[in-house]
């Protein structure tokens, strides 16, 4: 976290407000930090926390980005935080001395119950009208100091992603008065009647403050009515998403050649410098081949997540969230799990933890089941570098062949957990269907900065991966597969003397039914730990099987000339369905606080994996021979 | 010899570095607390003390779910839905 670090005496604040109202933005505006935001609710499920110095009086502040919440009443997991630290309720935690609720300007009608609810329980609170300029420029109208006098508590306007829009917010802060830590707050939830005479209040503030709502932009209105369509909505979902995996393949070409070519010059530059030896073999064949075959991806990892992040800026997740509530509903789930579900094809670890959203318990339970089927980021190395080796680079009709295949392979992994979801559904998980209302935010460009930042991110936490754990990793595997040394009179390469090599030649047995030979079966298991690191154990155990002229060559050329097409597709329907690494199967214990389930998961995606693996692989050698 | 000493050194600290990220993250904690105090009640050298709090330090930064996971930052996360009833 940036921003000073914050001190035992620091005041507490919290950062309060409905989803999607923009506090995490200024969170981020107010402590330097770099949390995650995008134009749709609910993109933070847990408490963060920073620290900030006040420009005029020098106190010191420590800031907590609370999930946003409705209302005090909870429905879901994440709202139940805001609640539980809001009254001090929080083990070792107690209540904040300060909030700032943060509301959205351009939506009062739905912000000014939590603003009231929060006022009643007493703790010195400012109100921050956030995207005022957005208000401004859309022609709503609002009186800030009547509205001030109506509340009875301190209005000021913001504009988070600005700078300098945090000022006003700043000196109303330090205005406020210091107050001594309080008891838990004694609190009820609202009656039906209460909850009706709060929103009577509402409309009674809001009358008597002179606001005003404009019409809404037709062209705008044009847009949704087409977007939303029954028939063109999902039309216009998939033709996006096929786009995006056409991307990835065709505008990553160029730039992983380049990657390519800089890792085997970087790998030729040491072999030539380094005198022939045990380090020589580490940093070329273990760093250079192994790490360096991960890196090689992060092209197309890059323009998937340039995607990704232009889809949440622009505000149309929520709306295929919408569009795809009737075909969840359809095996069972509800369209909340969408989001949970689109998170996963980052990371199942989010996606999971995002499923705390989800308030009906079996509907969470079937979300977080199927979740590690959406194919995540660490997949994508694997996939293309076996679509690279075995789908010829070409085009049918407009469209590009590798990311056809690409694509196909997502909807597998879609298909398989619908198809799951529904099984679990009929069974274990059977419950009623909870029809979706859904917020919807307003469309806007994709900020060039945020997406600037987004990317910046990713690239950093690619390459601080590939540069700990998968380096590590390749270390450890290249030592496994270097030692022991090979008996005196040995004809193959050294590695199938080694550790590794015997290692591989045990799991052969379980895996030669499906068609993986003892080198894919070794790169299995360290896999396990990170997916993508699979993608880098070949490379090194490739590299050091390798002899003669075929060191030189690099991994792709190398495993076609090796494996049979029945192979590749076997491994390809494999890792549509592989149990995920090992923090997922963490992550899902500690989210359902039990072992049934993370064994669970991994015992069925296991033989789901084997199953689909071993069928393509006899049906492919039957139709290929 | 040298380049076996080196390379034996960079493959035990990878070991050791695979070992402690793939720890569970509560008892990745219980051990760099352990090590931190340890450190500190042996008078250690400054640097180790130093490395110990780091240690702690990152145990502790890794402990809250999503930041376990290298895509977090980037995953879109949920909206926020009401039922209709």
Redesign the interface.
Known sequence: MSGPAPALDALRLALVG???CGKTALFNRLTGS?Q?V?N???????RKEGSFVGPSRGERYRLLDLP?A?SLTP??LDEAITRDCLLGRLAGESAPERVICVVDATNLRLNLRLVLELRDLGVPMIVALNMSDLAHSRGFGLDRERLERELGVPVVETVAIRDGGERALLERLESLPTLAPRPPTEWRESSFEQIQQTQREVRRILHAAGYREPARNRSLQRVDGLVMHPIAGPLILAALLFFVFQAVFSWAAVPMELVDAGVNWLGAQLHAAL?S???NS?LVDGVIAGAGSVLVFLPQIMIL?FF??V??DSGY??RA?YLLDRMMGSVGLS??AF??L??S???A???I???R?I?NVRDRLATIMIAPLMT???RLPVYALIIAAFIPRQRVGAFNLQGLVLFTLYVAGIVSAMAVAYALKRTALRSTY??????LPEYRWPDPRNLML?LW??LK??L??VG??I???M??L??LSSFPAPPDGATGPAIQYSFAGSIGRALEHVFAPIGFNWQISLALVPGL??REVAVGALGTVYSLSATGDDVAATLVPMIAGTWSLATALSLLAWYVFAPQC??TL??VK??TNSWRYPLLMAGYLFALAYVAAFITYRVASAVLS | MW??V??GL??LA??I??AW??L??ALRLRLARHLAATARRAGGPTWLVRFADATEGSALRRL???S??????????????????
């Not at chain 1, 749709?40 to 847990?46: D, H, P, S």
């Not at chain 1, 909870?434 to 917020?439: F, K, Q, S």
């Open positions: 409905v989803p999607n770099r995650k995008a749709y609710a609910g993109v933070t499920v847990e946003g409705y429905t879901t005198p030896g045990l380090l580490l997540f990704i992040l889809l949440e997740l929520p969230a369209g909340r989001i949970p689109l998170s094809f980052a990371c670890v989010p996606g933890m995002a499923t959203t308030p995540c980021s660490a909870h029809p979706l209302l859904l917020e987004g991110e990713r936490i690619f601080q991966r700990t754990i380096l590590a990793l270390i450890v290249w030592f730990a990170a090992l923090s963490v992550v500690r989210e | 380049q076996a080196v390379v960079i493959v990878a070991a570095y695979v990220a793939l569970p993250a809250g779910g999503c376990d996971c290298s895509a977090v930052q980037a995953a879109p996360t949920p909206p926020k839905s009401r039922d209709k009833t």
